[in-house]
């Protein structure tokens, strides 16, 4: 059942667009840099973007923190968001319950597929920013955010590293989508609720006045995986935000089995 759910998720022409169009990012980001920057003034921006131009290793990192925010969670959110409600919608659950497959596997392949793709963002952005970066930039030693020097190789490994942890970041988002779309049969309203609760849980984020909140919301530790730069890795801001993906998982992973459990397959 998983591997099927995962086969339809990768081989549908909408899914393959979005992965191409995230992979477009990273390559572009490194022409404007290495062509328009005219040699500009250096700082500035997200994360890394300072840093581009000295190391390929840096642009995969910069694409990372500058489409954590919004691009990446609008991508999860739509795989999410149409999980159970686009098969809701079409027919297609109801001839999986036909078909006497327990509720109970259907929506837990449809949760580890999703969450599957959504690693697979950040890693496409990883792979294709390190190519590109390779050809558009130097390769040789990388200097850490803490002044020492590591390999290439290592800055690699941190770099796919560093992917990893920003896909695990949006689990939270990817499960929201899921959870929601087992209310409804509309992939585009469970897709709007799930981008409009990270979107909000960012805004609550940058208000000074919420400081005391600001540990639950599932955004505040998503640059946590800059610290994977640094030498030695700051393990703590890391781990804050893997078990805060958890803690929202949990939450939204149990509303989502309860409610399909229950849920009248009419469509």
């Not at 990192?61 to 919608?89: C, F, K, N, R, Y």
């Not at 040789?140 to 803490?146: D, I, N, R």
């Not at 609720?193 to 540990?215: C, G, M, N």
């Not at 505040?220 to 730069?229: K, P």
């Amino acid at each position: 059942m998983f591997v099927e759910e995962l086969k339809r998720i990768f081989r549908r022409p909408r899914n393959l667009i979005i992965l191409g169009l995230i992979a477009l990012v990273p390559i572009l980001l490194g022409v404007v840099v290495r062509f328009a920057s005219h040699g500009g003034p250096r700082g500035g921006g997200p994360a890394f973007f300072a840093e581009i131009t000295q190391n390929a290793i840096f642009l995969p990192l910069a694409a990372l923190a500058s489409m954590e925010t919004l691009i990446l969670p609008l991508a999860a959110s739509i795989i999410a968001g149409d999980s159970v409600a686009g098969d809701a919608a079409n027919g297609s659950l109801r001839y999986l319950l036909v078909r006497r497959v327990s509720r109970s596997r259907i929506i837990h392949a449809k949760i580890v597929a999703a969450l599957v793709y959504t690693l697979a963002l950040s890693l496409v952005i990883a792979a294709v920013g390190l190519g590109a970066g390779s050809i558009l930039f130097p390769h040789h030693q990388v200097v850490t955010l803490s002044g020492l020097s590591i390999s290439f190789v290592h800055g690699v490994i941190e770099a796919l590293l560093a992917a990893l942890v920003v896909g695990a970041s949006i689990f939270s988002v990817t499960m929201v989508g899921i959870a929601v779309s087992t209310f409804t049969s509309s992939s585009l309203a469970a897709t709007s609720i799930a981008v409009t609760v990270a979107i909000a849980s960012e805004v609550l984020d940058a208000i000074p006045q919420l400081e005391k909140i600001r540990p639950i919301l599932l955004s505040n530790y998503w640059s946590a995986f800059i610290n994977i730069f640094r030498s030695p890795v700051l393990t703590g801001p890391i781990y804050k935000d893997l078990l805060e993906q958890l803690g929202w998982m949990a939450v939204f992973y149990l509303l989502a089995v309860f409610n399909f459990s229950q849920r009248d397959i009419t469509a």
